[in-house]
């Protein structure tokens, strides 16, 4: 059993190796066509603060985030282990029944990832604007 969608917005910390399969939707406006889905497992460290001011590590939170669309497969390959994300998307909770034991997983359907430029390991970012096609961009909000 799925519960509701609820807005996500949260850093998360990549616990697996990303994976980016395809998927073939039987409805929707991609019925019928191919589509990228990454997944990867992450998590996101909880802290308490202490009466003296300092911090306590709790149990963190785990998700299972999905990413859908063209740029899936590029971000399959970019993502590392231990790598900060800023995610924005919705979150269900999906309960199960496996040996006869009650689980629940959480899982995130991301509209947008973010790496955290502001975090230790990074060493060199390459990017390179994508073309226009047919006289339209694919940034369109940067053509003005």
Known sequence: MTSKYQDFSESLVVLGEPKCTSIFPTKGP????????????????????????????????????????????????????????????????????KDGKQYENKVIKAKSIALCLNQLGIESIKFRAPEKKAGKSQTPELDR
Do not use: C, I, W
């Not at 990228?36 to 300092?54: C, I, M, Q, R, W």
């Not at 497969?73 to 970019?78: R, Y």
């Open 30 to 97: 991609h019925a019928g066509k191919e589509t990228k889905v990454l997944e990867v497992l992450t998590y996101h460290p909880n802290f308490e603060k202490k009466a003296d001011g300092s911090f306590e590590r709790k149990e963190p939170d785990f998700y299972k985030l999905q990413y859908f669309g063209a740029t899936a497969e590029n971000m399959a390959k970019l993502l590392q282990k231990s790598m900060r994300l800023d995610v924005r998307g919705s979150l269900t909770t999906e309960n199960f029944e």
